[in-house]
């Protein structure tokens, strides 16, 4: 048999007409998802959809979303539809929609919607992505980790590294140089989550290039490709999940799975047990021998994968947090001032020492923090996926199961109903009287409902504690290595200065 090239190049070039045409017809009509249900959108650019596109974005993590937010209010809507791909997205711009979504009807949006594999990539199954029964089985089992008690059980260490914090800087300032401050407070960050969540002593400022900061920052980091690679396991989980793509880093992984099953087996070898994160992991998993794999108990992969996000969650966006009330205070040095002058204050009525119940005196640096995590939210987009339909309130529209919803924090945020001059720093916005003139919903930096961040009483009182130990001591400026106007990095899911944070610090005479 003869086989003739020009009718092989003939039948190749039929099939992909046929696969192009077929292709076609699937974007236009998930292009019309939206029009179909009645619900008002963008014209959306093909493959894109409404979003940059992910391996050439020009704007930080969220500012596209904020910008579509921004038109939809412009033209009165309270909610707008939007694809992600060709994924179909919901976006809420109303508050008092946001609310039911995140709260009063919390029932129907049970989940994140975030990519999960247990099986391939089994460090993804935690408690920030996970939905169902597992979630609600593990949430309970984790909130007693959070409560005052426990606060007050863990603030011993905070304290500690505040003080090797505060030692730190002080040897660092005879050199007259300025510091990349957000590389200081990782350190510091890094120390108390690797004691309160390991038990581990990481000495982050006698090797500040230690794998615990390593591999946590990288888990931060992205790039085109990787850009690119996440819109579309966000987009097609389920063929993600058959080609058996990854999420995080193979060597991070390894990393953190290596240092959580080591220290297991050390304390359960050992007999050793401490008042920590891990131990009440290990505690959950040898309450039973039975795995029923609904988060009444828990395997070694799953342990590894609690401890990962208790991790990589406070200490990354802590130490942001601080690093930008930081900026805030250099170049605003009379509400600097202020701070310090509360810091003092009620320092003095705790012996000059940094107490939990000292901490929670200090009312006006709370204002700081809330102002801060309002122009730097640590994510500026939430996300939560419909688990049964739901009917928008006061309206004939139907959100189906399986959507995702975007909840835009930081359009919010800088949304001028909310916020005058959303642009400035201003912890008054914080005062009571502000704070009740104003939705509730207007300020979610953690999310809300529940399924708001679990850990947040924790980030707010290590960030506390870090920002004492530097104020009392220092008082903070704004060096020329900085680079202004600020430039936020468009690889990174956190907030992140390009160039670093480069602040002065000088030692306040006593």
């Known amino acids: 048999m003869v086989f003739s090239t020009d009718n092989l190049l003939l039948d190749l070039f039929g099939v992909l007409v046929a696969l192009s045409a077929v292709l076609f017809v699937y974007i236009k009509r998930s292009f019309q998802y939206w029009d179909r249900k009645g619900v008002p959108y963008l014209p959306p650019n093909i493959p894109w959809g409404n979003l940059q596109p992910p391996h050439s974005r020009d704007i930080p993590e969220g500012d596209d979303v904020a910008n579509i937010y921004y038109k939809a209010k412009a033209k009165g809507w309270k909610y707008i539809g939007i694809y992600v791909m060709t994924g179909s997205v919901f976006l809420p711009v109303d508050l008092e929609l946001i609310k039911h979504i995140m709260t009063k009807d919390f029932q129907h949006f049970v989940d994140r919607g975030t990519y999960v594999n247990e099986k391939d990539e089994p460090i993804t ?42 030692k730190y800087i002080e040897h660092e300032v005879d050199h007259h140089e300025p510091l990349d401050i957000k590389n200081v407070l990782a350190c510091y960050t890094t120390d108390i989550i690797g004691s309160c969540a390991f038990g581990l002593d990481c000495n982050s400022f006698k090797e500040p290039n230690s794998p615990f900061t390593q591999f946590g920052q990288r888990v931060f980091r992205t790039d085109g490709i990787r850009n690119l690679k996440i819109t579309f396991m966000g987009a097609f989980p389920n063929l993600s999940k058959m080609l058996r793509m990854r999420l995080t880093e193979k060597e991070v992984e390894d990393f953190y799975t290596k240092v959580v099953e080591d220290t297991v087996r050390y304390r359960e070898k050992e007999g050793v047990t401490r008042p ?24 070694m992969d799953e342990i590894v994968a609690q401890s990962f996000v208790f991790f990589i969650a406070g200490f990354e966006t802590s130490s942001t947090t601080m690093t930008f009330a930081l900026y805030q205070l250099a170049t605003h040095p009379e509400i600097q001032e202020k701070v310090r002058s509360e810091i003092n204050s009620v320092l003095e009525k705790h012996n000059n020492q940094i107490t939990y119940d000292a901490l929670n005196e200090l009312k006006y640096m709370g204002k700081v923090i809330d102002e801060t995590l309002r122009m730097y939210p640590a994510l500026p987009v939430v996300t939560r996926r419909c688990v049964e339909d739901y009917r928008i309130p ?38 009571e ?30 960030s506390k504690v870090g920002l004492v130990s530097i104020l009392k001591n220092f008082r903070v400026t704004l060096s020329s290595k900085t680079k202004l106007p600020l430039k936020i990095d468009v690889n990174s899911f956190i907030p992140t200065t390009e160039g670093g944070m480069w602040l002065n610090l000088e030692r306040i005479g006593k």
């Open 276 to 299: 920590d994160f891990l131990q009440m992991l290990i505690d959950i998993k040898n309450k039973t021998n039975e795995h029923t794999g609904d988060g009444t108990s828990l395997t």
């Open 433 to 462: 009287e502000n704070i009740q003139g104003r939705h509730p919903y207007a300020h979610i930096p953690f999310g809300e409902g529940p399924r708001i961040c679990i850990g947040l009483r924790f980030g707010v009182m290590q």
């Open 125 to 166: 199954a935690h408690l920030f992505s996970i939905g169902g029964k597992k979630w609600r089985n593990l949430r309970t089992k984790f909130t007693p980790t959070f409560t005052s008690g426990k606060m007050r059980q863990m603030f011993e260490t905070i304290a500690n590294c505040g003080h090797i914090l505060e």
């Open 394 to 431: 006061d309206s004939d529209v139907i959100i189906e199961k399986g959507i995702e919803v975007f909840i835009p924090i930081k359009a919010i945020h800088y949304d001028p109903e909310y916020y005058e001059n959303p642009e400035v720093f201003d912890p008054e916005r914080f005062n």
